[in-house]
């Protein structure tokens, strides 16, 4: 490439060199001309002889051009045109620096023959071979610039717009899309260098994102396999909370029957975040009656504190499962957060049955009522020294999404509520 812009600029180097050269030469080869008597005597006589009949005159036989005026001025003859275009009179010839001289016959003056002058012809002859020269030099330069503009146009700006793209496909994060290398452009070796990156970004990012599938999977597969263990001590706290004698023994089987809930909650959490991630947190809709809810909201309320209101009769299209796990957080969240009695409404509002759940805790600042539901956000009030991971209401709102309803957080005065809008059959 470096070699094609040094033949280039020599290239121009030498085209300056010859056309100065060649306009030295033109210009220098003008030179005095004397003026040749004997042939413009000659011109004469033979004017003199043919005076009677002029156009009998072979002007073609002189080696120069001759305008014959009358004896009255008016123009008789005229071997070129062109040469006497602007003489109109004999003064004219004068001024223009043209040879004259006179016709006589004896003592009768006949008339005036004029020619042009030598050396004005030798310079009007260089002066036009000048503007020939300097028209044809300055046209092969315009060529030779186009041709260059034309070659770094190809060679180095539109590569460097690829460049220029390219690296803007890289900062967006495209890097399937390959950069063309071509090998008689400046950029050649960088532009391989480039897509040679872009190749270990890629093979980098498919590293990465195949890391975080396996650390994904080792949480699901850890949070599923958890969920066994403390489903059984669930099941024995059940047990001594049957046959235990002493109130001490009986408390602190609830606390773990408690604790062992909340583990429980957030293992169920994990794993529907672990899937969600992965693309397989499903569900499978069926047609349930609406006193499910009831159920589901008694098999959660450990604490009994919830007020629910009369179910309306109707037929809901939800993944049982699910609808449990999104109503447990709920719950759950109220009793860590709030610690009050928890209200259930419900109504219809169109294809939907709201259920609304309110608690009359702290509830939350106004300003993080739309992060709420964001993965890992945990509002301000009343989380200090609370376990948590904020996963509960973001993975029950994409539960609701999944099962063609919503979760809706709502600010009260006194309290906060949380409204699902559960999908009808």
Known sequence: MMKGFRRFFIYLTILLIVSISLLIIVAGSTRYVQIDTIQLNGVVETVKENWGNLDAIDGSRFDTDFLVFGSSNERLFSSSEEAFKDIKVPLDAVREGMVTMSVSDGEVFLGTVVFPNPTKVAINRTIKRLVVVTIITILVMIISYITFIYFINKNIIKPFNRMKEFAGYIAQGRLDEPLLIEQNNIFGVFTESFDIMREELKAARERETELKMKEKELVASLSHDLKTPVTGIKAICGVLSVKAQ?????????????????????????????????????VRLTEETSDVLSKLVEEHDIHNKVKAGEIPDCILKIDRSRMSQVIGNIINNSYKYANTNIDITYSFSGAFLEMTLRDYGEGVNPDEIGFLTNKFYRGKNNTAGKEGSGLGLYISSELMKKMGGQLICILEKKGFSVMLQIPLA
Do not use: F, H, P, R
């Not at 604790?259 to 909650?265: A, G, L, P, Q």
């Not at 994990?270 to 992965?278: C, E, R, V």
């Open 246 to 282: 002493d109130e001490y023994t009986k408390a602190k089987v609830e606390n773990i029957e408690q604790k062992t809930e909340e583990i429980s909650t957030l293992l169920n959490d994990l794993l529907a975040s672990a899937l969600d991630d992965l693309g397989e947190m499903n």
